[in-house]
């Protein structure tokens, strides 16, 4: 759609939902920022996806649409605004009801859109979360890479807090960032030995 060809309603609609992912800055995720001073939002996590989008594409495996993945990058938690976060490693009813919880919330927030630019949000988002396409496998690497790194760099707060341990780390994270980024993956691997052998991690 080109300037010339939208609505009043349409513009109304589009100052709404960027209005609305202002939101996304109140929602607190469990892990903390690397210097420990306090919890992440899921804003700044979006962001610092998007940016790890550009910066890492050299890394991958496969040839990936570096632009396509940077917007997937951005807008694939951006149903977290009425589903909140899901800590990644919960066991229980949250992770039973995040599926239903997010589908509703991405049919409610992309649904301010104008019916074009909604679409194509919506397909970004339902391409990452099928995980079918190299765009989608590479940002869900960089997504599980950064909260572990993160982790990492800060001390291990939150999975001390939990009691996660370096089997769970390793079974949640690897299997998507091994294929993807295996120089990152054995980058991150030989911090996570040296954090569980010693306590402290070494960039």
Known sequence: ??????????????????????????VERRNRLADGS?????????????????VFAAHATEPV???????MALAHDIVEIDAGDTFAYDQGA??????AREQAAADR???????????????????????DTPEARYVMAIDRMAPML?????GGTTWREYGITRDRVVAR?????EPALPGVWQHALAQLDTFVETGTAEG
């Open 173 to 177: 994270n690897g299997p998507h960032v």
């Open 38 to 54: 306090r919890r992440e939002n899921t804003a700044e996590h979006s962001w610092h996806l998007g940016m790890a989008a550009l």
């Open 150 to 154: 993160l982790n990492l760099a800060e």
């Open 94 to 99: 949250e992770l039973a009801s995040k599926e």
């Open 109 to 131: 927030i992309f649904g301010l859109l104008p019916p074009d630019v909604a679409a194509h949000l919506r397909e970004l988002w339902d391409e990452y979360e099928r995980g």
């Open 65 to 71: 649409d570096v632009g396509r993945a940077v917007a």
């Open 1 to 26: 759609m080109q300037p010339s060809d939208m609505q009043p309603s349409d513009m109304q609609r589009t100052i709404a939902f960027f209005m609305e992912l202002d939101r996304l800055k109140g």
